[in-house]
């Protein structure tokens, strides 16, 4: 992989991964650091990108792993984010149906949210998502049945939650 291809690589995966790991974390300057690392790793293991059938997912579990990693250590303080990576262009901030949406995921086991993350939000077949787990794909399909039931619950429970949230804009 050539550095246009990585360019257009990046361009085409840099959100997906941040909103992968912010669905995880819930901290925006966490996901796009975690997100940038695991680009920079790419870059540096790019050889293995190639050979990959799923570059995406190469990174999307080393961002998680990054992620998961620093909560572990309890990396609780924040660095100002270097300024060269920050976007051109204002970010809107999430709208209230997503911050329902987040806070709902982080009630759910974190396998079942992984998967659920992994599928519908950062858009990777059952396969893509079984690897970057290191789970078969039968585990990935009862992991993403047993998430959404468990959503539909949460939601079933506290219909007003997301109803209330999107009339406050």
Known sequence: MDSS???DFYAATFRRVAAQVYALTG????????AQEA???AWAHRHRLERS???EAWVHTTAYRLAVSRWR????????PDRALQPAEPVAAPGPE??????????????QRDALVLHHVCDL?????ASALGVPEGTVKARLSRGRAALHELFAEHPHDLTEGASRD
């Open 98 to 111: 997503h911050v329902v949406v987040v806070e709902a995921l982080r009630q759910l086991p974190a396998h």
């Open 5 to 7: 291809e990585f360019d």
């Open 27 to 34: 901290d925006p300057d966490e996901a796009e650091e975690c």
């Open 53 to 55: 059938g799923y570059p």
């Open 73 to 80: 250590r309890g990396l609780r303080s924040r660095r100002t």
């Open 39 to 41: 680009f920079a790793r």
């Open 125 to 129: 077949p059952v396969s893509a998502v």
